[in-house]
């Protein structure tokens, strides 16, 4: 009964107030991992990232329980699931230990953006989408440049984002609970899977408790909080809309570096931002391309 009435409470929420929750925190998690990156090697940190989160899903799901119910169709997707946050993960600190953020981050969102079109048919989705492109254009203002290496993962990871993407609305299905407990037995696959390269990097945080402080700041900033609102939001939201609102995901780092860091947007980094909100605002799911994700039983919200 309990499950039922906490599923009834988060679906009163706004999807795309999950959302927001989850951009934020996928900002505060790089500032815990600043303390970490000056004493641990990249893969280092993305093991200890996966592990914390691990250990808080598994206090707070018993997703071992999940996989251990799962039927023979489910449980493939829970491992690929597993494999793709493993990597996903790794390869991303790779990238940003050569790159600037900016740079990876601008990379990343070529799959939300790849995926949102091919989902949007409608002529005003398009639109919403040219506009939201354009927007995220001038806040990342890619420069080329540096090894090639560096941008080989910076690649792999905008492939595996779409990865996750495409296999975390599989996840979230159903909605609600089973998503995050889905999530919770995919995140212990993905601990196991970084086990082998990321160990032996991760080592001397052991001797020091102000890493693992640090680890675990990282973990449920980057890899519990905003996970778990991303399901509660796919659960709710057509993959091409979700897809489409992570253009947000610059602008909301450039307006929380102005009200936290004092890093004050550029008139240009101003319009893009105003481009991205024109194009999530234009943006319609009610359309016949925008019907929410084949499962949840919830209606459009639009």
Known sequence: MSGSIRSTRS???PAELYFLVSAVFHYLGPAFA???FSALAPLGVAWLRIVVAALA????RRPWRTFAA???AQRPLLVAMGVVLALM???FYLAIAR???ATVGAIEFLAPITLAFVALRDARNVAALGLAAAGVSLLTRIHFGGEPLAYL???ANCALFAGYLVLGHAIARDGGASGIDRLGAAMLVA???ALPFGLHDALPAFAEPRLLLAAIGVGVCSSVIPYVCDQLAMARLPRATFALMLALLPASAALIGALVLQQRPTPLEWAGIALVIAGVRLHRRDGPHSAPVEGTGSKSEA
């Open 70 to 72: 799962a039927t023979p």
């Open 99 to 101: 790159l600037p953020l």
């Open 153 to 155: 993962f910076a690649f």
């Open 89 to 91: 993960n790794s390869v």
């Open 34 to 36: 600043v303390l970490l």
């Open 11 to 13: 679906a009163r929420v």
């Open 191 to 193: 601990a196991v899977v």
């Open 57 to 60: 899903f598994a206090l707070w």
